[in-house]
């Protein structure tokens, strides 16, 4: 990610971020680099849960589905893990993962990164009332007109706000071994919302 685009992204949503938006480089390659790994304690990742089993096997990729402004869209994916945070997930190939700062990666678009995707674990005794009061608060600096973004989000809750050409999407994923805070940034002709909800879902924590 150049930090001249990530200059400009910082100071379009200056007011949103709580922390600084310093990166470090993703070193985990792209494309396939083997059949399967092993995941210590991880579950069902269709649903970005934990079920408890232990060393339990991934595959190196797999496909993912999804739509982008309106078009229905499938693409292989590649299994990668965070060195920031204790979790793995599947990137479709078009994306990158990368640690943004202790805590916090974020998942961006190589071609634009001004689209990207921060995830945050949260812990499991997370009170979910003060998690969705910060997001009101912080969404409201944007715009006082929150609004269900419409996505496919099971046993979560999502919120959202345009601001001029760029929206701004909150989502909580409310599994109870694995929480999950996601802030998504795209725009209205550039709407990988549903993409980014996808990589979202194939989350393991371990």
């Not at 083997?34 to 408890?52: A, I, L, T």
């Not at 499938?74 to 299994?79: D, G, Q, R, S, V």
Request: glycine letters at 8%.
């Amino acid at each position: 990610m150049t930090s001249r685009t990530r200059s400009i992204g910082c100071a379009a949503f200056a007011a949103f971020l709580l922390t600084g938006c310093g990166m470090t480089t993703d070193e985990n390659a792209d494309g396939p680099q083997g059949d399967s790994v092993n995941e210590e304690n991880e579950g069902n990742s269709s649903q970005g849960g934990n079920d408890g089993n232990n060393n339990k096997v991934r595959l190196m990729e797999q496909n993912l589905q999804y739509t982008s402004n309106g078009k229905a869209i499938e693409k292989t994916a590649f299994l990668k893990r965070s060195d920031n945070q204790p979790f793995s997930l599947y990137v479709l190939q078009q994306f990158k993962l990368s640690a943004e700062e202790p805590g916090k990666d974020i998942i961006f678009l190589t071609e634009d990164d001004s689209i990207y995707m921060r995830i945050e674990l949260l812990t499991a005794d997370v009170n979910w009332d003060e998690v969705e009061e910060n997001v009101h608060t912080q969404l409201k600096s944007h715009s006082k007109t929150i609004r269900d973004p419409a996505l496919d989000i099971e046993n979560g809750a999502g919120f959202e706000v345009e601001s001029g050409d760029d929206v701004i999407t909150s989502i909580l994923l409310k599994d109870e071994k694995a929480p999950v805070r996601l802030t998504i940034f795209t725009k209205k002709d550039m709407d990988f919302r549903d993409a980014f909800l996808e990589m979202a879902k194939t989350l393991m924590k371990g």
